[in-house]
């Protein structure tokens, strides 16, 4: 009974000292706790902002020309995490997606290029962005496979190709790869 009382007065006092979230805060992942996440539809970014973002996109850009990925990843991590607001942000994720894709790392490139479709809605490059998460999930349909330990060659992965075709569309149901990757989900089903 004295462990109940105190469990009680522990959660009492908690909840006065912590006010109740709204729902639209409450997150069940425990990284998500201490975030600094903002209202992403609501900030507007400064141009200072905008101005590092263009600079961190420009050397993103010429390290990626020039073959080293590593670099040019990093300065569009930079980009996404601490200039999420700007007009770099979705071309960043779209750069981050391209590097996934020639590196042969399928499941990041699809992530990449849906933090395009699920934060930048009105993003010019949308239903570019539909087609090249097509195309890694034709590709993942016909055998593609990524590498162990950067030298054999992995699995085919059959299941992520439907996984990706049937994200495909439910993205864009109305867009023009719709109809292709129910055609394709019909063939993987098979």
């Known amino acids: 009974m004295k462990t109940q009382s105190t469990y009680l007065l522990i959660c009492t006092l908690l909840c006065a000292v912590f006010p109740v979230a709204s729902h639209a805060d409450l997150s069940l992942n425990p990284l998500k706790i201490f975030g600094k996440d903002k209202e992403f539809a609501n900030v507007v970014p400064t141009q200072a902002e905008q101005r590092a973002s263009f600079d961190l996109y420009q050397e993103g850009k010429g390290a990626q020309q020039k073959g080293s990925f590593s ?19 979705p071309n960043a994720f779209a750069r981050m997606g391209e590097i ?14 849906q933090a395009i479709i699920d934060n930048y809605p009105a993003y010019p490059g949308f239903d570019e962005t539909l087609a090249r998460q097509y195309e890694l999930a034709e590709a993942l349909m016909g055998g593609a496979r990524g590498k162990i330990l950067w030298v054999l060659p992995g699995f085919k992965n059959y299941d992520k190709a439907k996984e990706f075709m049937e994200k495909v569309y439910d993205n864009g149901p109305y867009s023009k790869t719709a109809p292709l990757a129910l055609m394709n989900l019909a063939k993987i089903a098979q």
């Open 100 to 113: 996934y894709r020639d590196t042969r790392k399928w499941d990041k490139s699809f992530d990449a290029f």
């Open 71 to 89: 670099k040019a990843l990093r300065r569009y991590k930079k980009i996404t995490k601490d200039y999420p607001h700007t007009d770099a942000a």
